[in-house]
């Protein structure tokens, strides 16, 4: 027996750790972990959860969603939106800027304000949306503990060639990434021409935004990256070429890191007429063949991480008669977990150790937060997930925890989900409750990325 005692031991888990699954548990002192064990090695503690051998993960780390925008607060807030996150074993959000621009001191500190008042989970900042009128910010930025700025090639923050060069070479002169939506601006200008003629059903969204758009752009932004040094980051993959475009990068030596989102990985744009409006995002579904690409992507590393680019909208702006009218972006923070347990492990398409580089540690290095977020280790946040692989649940508007009050996954079922979620040693969700306090998210600096190996 231990002499001492903590306030709070895990047992008999599966514990997922970097270097393999291994019998035991650990032991949390106030925010971090203090000891991995067998049972019998861990401390006496205050409270001792029994995992039932359940798998035990570092809580999950979403590097891109939309959970709080001051002028749509109707749609998410810090509070809903970080619950929701909770509900789907995430522990760490990077909140990304929706309509409202975050590039300035002052408005990262606000931002940080409205974090810390309402967040039940941590959260680290992106900076953006960046034109040539605020890269100069970038510098101030980054000394504020936001190393992660957002770009677009396209409409509605459409930055040129020109402005993602200066942006990747200052981001490369302060240790920060550059994180770009990638569509081609004249492509999607041309087709989108098509939508006012007579095309009227939902599929017609993925057709108005074709895949070339998407690789055009991945290719340009990173030949850009190979001559100005710096970590490109590219946004939500969608395409089987954009995959292809970011294997090839990294072939060369570009430093390019890139995500793809569960909504990505599930849909195909065959269903949009079936999901109706709600299935609106950007870049939109794409077929059956690109979505069996960004899993292959995502299982041999050409795709580094799952994001959710969670940003629903009330179904009052969703479901709109005419398609163009109709809000773009879904939600999906709690689905991660959910979508890479059910369709990836239990398919055999993703292993488990695979499922922890892609939500936890491969974020961490990119948001620069390893290893005191995204893996199991002694001195580390105790971040935590214990996830049941055999658990079945069925999605549903009614039991969202979304303020927008719907989800695209409704009547859908899925085998495997968190069951307990631990931020910095706070249980935050447990047996299918919100257990923590809005206001105990701390926000986190991000530091230099390492990148994935
Ligand atoms: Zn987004």
Redesign the pocket.
Known sequence: MNAYTVDLVIKNAKLLLESGIVRGGVAVEGERIVAIATDEHLPSADRVIDAETNVLMPGLIDG?A?LHDSSMLEHEDFSSGSMLAASGGVTTVIE?PLSLQVDTVELVRKKVREGEKRSVIDFGLYGGMIRSDNIQNIAVLVEEGVAGFKAFTCEPFYANAGVITRALSEVAAHGAHLTV?CEDQGVLEEFRRDLDGEWDAPVSHALARPALAEQLAIHQTIRIARETGGHLHI??VTTQQGVTEVAAGKQQGVEVSAEVCPHHLIFDRDEMNRLGPRSKMNPPLRTKRDRAALWAGLLTGAIDIVVS?H?PAPLSEKETSDIRESWAGVDGIQMILRILLSEGVHRARLTLDRVLRVTAVNPARIFGLYPQKGTIAVGADADLVLVDLSREEKMSDDRTLSKSGWTLYDGMRFKGAPVLTINRGRIVYEDGEIAGEKGEGRFQRMGVACLPA
């Open positions: 891109h939309h990304m939506h946004a939500h680019d940003a």
